[in-house]
């Protein structure tokens, strides 16, 4: 059973635009979101993360989006940039473990 | 910030032999890793948990005779695929927790092709 749900599997967006990714998550045990950015090639880096006490966070050009009652979070990426195309992974996990749920990824392409 | 090094970036085998990933925490410990394979275009699919000073845990699927895992030490944890034929080719990736759990830093993933 998939415990992270990742929407949409890809996603082309303008350069300048914005790219929004959702994911939604069933445990409410889970209390660290995590965001990964992997580029071809490589290992998944860390790109932003939230906790549930607060309903959003920004970083630069990344923003989460925290909906406890819904049990969703999504990324948005604001003025969309082609270094940004490479897949997005949401995660899940409780403080009181070391597993870490992963979404199934979206493979974001921005066209310049 | 929290380093994963993962050695070799990418190798190339014969069938019938084993080759030996490596995964290091430089800086910080980790009594805890993770090793993930991922097909192409595809999500993380967790193989198993190496646990420093104990056996690895893996997950259902995982054959634990050809996909050995060693913790040999607190920033140290190796995964040899024995015996690698051809469907064994993929990108692992291994991981470990930083302080508290949060957040998990990944290696930069080995390219295994099996000829």
């Known amino acids: 059973q998939q415990q992270v749900k990742q929407s949409p599997q890809s996603l082309i967006v303008q350069k300048g635009g914005i790219s929004i990714i959702n994911c939604a998550y069933e445990?409410?045990?889970?209390?660290?979101f995590p965001w990964y950015q992997q580029f071809p090639g490589k290992g998944p880096a860390l790109l932003i993360a939230?906790?549930?006490?607060?309903s959003e966070k920004k970083e630069g050009r990344f923003t989460i989006s925290f909906n406890k009652s819904a049990k969703q979070f999504s990324l948005h990426i604001m003025d969309s940039q082609p270094g940004d195309s490479a897949t997005y992974f949401c995660?899940?996990?409780?403080?009181?473990?070391?597993?870490?749920?992963f979404g199934t990824g979206t493979s974001l392409t921005v066209i310049p | 910030g929290a380093v994963v090094s993962q050695h070799p970036s990418w190798v190339i085998c014969k069938s019938g032999t084993s080759v030996k990933i490596e995964c290091r925490s430089l800086?910080?410990?980790?009594?805890?890793m993770f090793w993930y394979r991922q097909f192409p275009k595809q999500s993380l699919m967790l193989m198993a948990t190496s646990n420093e000073g104990s056996k690895a845990t893996y997950e259902q699927g995982v054959e634990k005779d050809k996909f050995l895992i060693n913790h040999a030490s607190l920033t140290l944890s190796t995964l040899t695929v024995t015996s690698a034929h051809p469907e064994d080719s993929s990108f692992y990736i291994c991981?470990?927790?930083?302080?508290?759990?949060?957040?998990?830093?990944f290696g930069n993933g080995t390219r295994l092709t099996v000829t």
């Open positions: 939230i906790r549930p006490d607060v």
């Open positions: 995660a899940a996990s409780m403080s009181t473990g070391n597993q870490f749920y």
């Open positions: 991981s470990a927790p930083g302080t508290g759990g949060s957040p998990l830093h």
């Open positions: 445990n409410t045990a889970f209390d660290y």
């Open positions: 800086d910080f410990q980790a009594t805890t």
